[in-house]
């Protein structure tokens, strides 16, 4: 069993991510902004812990991961304001990485987006460009980063029933449910050889531990 802290934990990836892993027995925190959302998580089988990590510095998200053997970024400003997406998906999450690493925490996987790069190619005048250029930026911070990282990069989000079953050799992006990015996770924290690899999939036909293990 371990622990696995979850940042964003009331997203709706990362409340079927919590259920997945409680059930499989670990020991969860869902890290949320809101203390209202507090039943939906312990819904899941996880523990709730309530902190804003745009507001926390290195040492006080470094305070807030210690103990844990994984991480997993699942948070977002949602779209909208530049400045909240670059506070949020851009600098929080580059301190929380390097939160991580100062609290002795190895085990990171972020959640990006299928086609996320420095070289994105998103329009400057494009709404999307600030998402674009966060994600990039902390995309590569962990890459540059000595922890055991993994960056898992699902095309567009729908939230039909999960299948299982993932593709991880598309050249472009398609639709892939929720519930199937959230068991990509679960099964990328087990998955020893999923480190240090940016997984880009679609849904698909390949059984996720199969097309992870490929």
């Known amino acids: 069993m371990a622990h696995i802290s979850i940042i964003g934990g ?105 086609g996320a790069s420095l070289n994105h190619g998103v329009s400057e005048d494009s709404s999307f460009y600030a998402y674009a250029e966060a994600k990039a930026e902390a995309d590569e911070h962990l890459r540059k980063s000595a922890l055991d990282w993994t960056i898992v990069a699902p095309s567009s989000l729908t939230d039909d029933e999960g299948t299982g079953t993932i593709d991880v050799h598309a050249d472009s992006s398609s639709q892939v449910s929720r519930d199937d990015v959230a068991a990509v996770i679960a099964a990328v924290i087990d998955t020893p050889s999923t480190v240090h690899r940016f997984i880009a999939f679609n849904h698909g036909d390949t059984p996720i531990g199969e097309a992870l293990a490929a």
């Open 10 to 114: 009331h997203g709706k990836i990362a409340l079927r991510l919590a259920r997945l892993l409680s059930e499989a027995g670990h020991d969860v925190t869902s890290i949320i902004r809101n203390p209202d959302q507090t039943g939906d998580v312990t819904a899941t089988g996880a523990n709730a812990r309530v902190a804003d990590v745009s507001e926390l510095d290195t040492a006080g998200l470094s305070a807030l991961l210690s103990g844990s053997d994984a991480v997993v970024w699942s948070a977002g400003a949602g779209g909208g304001d530049a400045s909240r997406t670059y506070a949020v998906d851009r600098d929080a999450a580059i301190r929380s990485i390097d939160a991580a690493a100062e609290a002795g925490v190895r085990r990171y996987v972020l959640v990006s987006y299928f």
